[in-house]
């Protein structure tokens, strides 16, 4: 452990050095941080591409979505915002649910709930790609 000064002014919590009471967490802050940073540009990319197909056939829209490009970037996004979302459910699920047997009924569900979610979503994209 690395020695403080006697007349240091920082506080216990913040010698800590980003590792928390129990040691742990920090990876999924962290995970979570980078989705956000990720999700920034795929939202805006995402929303041009929505306004870009908006009023057009059927046909045009499948053809739009067909694009590789477009389906790689709507695939990046998918990821990111679903394990986005999942590790926020993890954590307050983690902070908000106290009993040891609900906490892990509902870490499953959460983790079962982002799995059908990814899985439909990439299905669905996958349909329109090669279709």
Same mark, same amino acid.
């Given at each position: 452990m690395m020695a403080e000064k006697p007349n240091s002014l920082r506080t216990p919590m913040g010698r800590? #050095?980003?590792?928390?009471?129990?040691?742990?967490?920090? #990876?999924?802050?962290? @995970?979570? #941080?980078?989705?956000?940073?990720?999700l920034l540009p795929? %939202?805006?990319i995402f929303?041009?591409?929505?306004?870009s197909v908006v009023g057009k056939d059927y046909n045009t829209v499948r053809a739009t979505l067909a694009n590789p490009v477009w389906s790689?970037?709507?695939?990046?996004?998918?990821?990111?915002?679903i394990y @986005?979302?999942?590790l926020g459910m993890k954590i307050i699920i983690e902070?908000?649910?106290h009993g040891h047997g609900a906490k892990t009924i509902a870490l499953v569900g959460n983790m079962f709930f982002s799995?059908?979610?990814?899985?439909?979503?990439?299905?669905?994209?996958? #349909?329109? %790609?090669?279709?």
């Open positions: 800590v #050095r980003y590792l928390g009471s129990a040691k742990s967490g920090t #990876r999924e802050i962290w @995970h979570q #941080r980078l989705t956000s940073y990720a795929l %939202s805006i929303v041009i591409l929505i306004l790689v970037l709507i695939l990046l996004f998918l990821a990111a915002g @986005h979302m999942q902070d908000y649910v799995i059908c979610v990814g899985v439909a979503c990439v299905y669905a994209v996958l #349909r329109l %790609s090669f279709v």
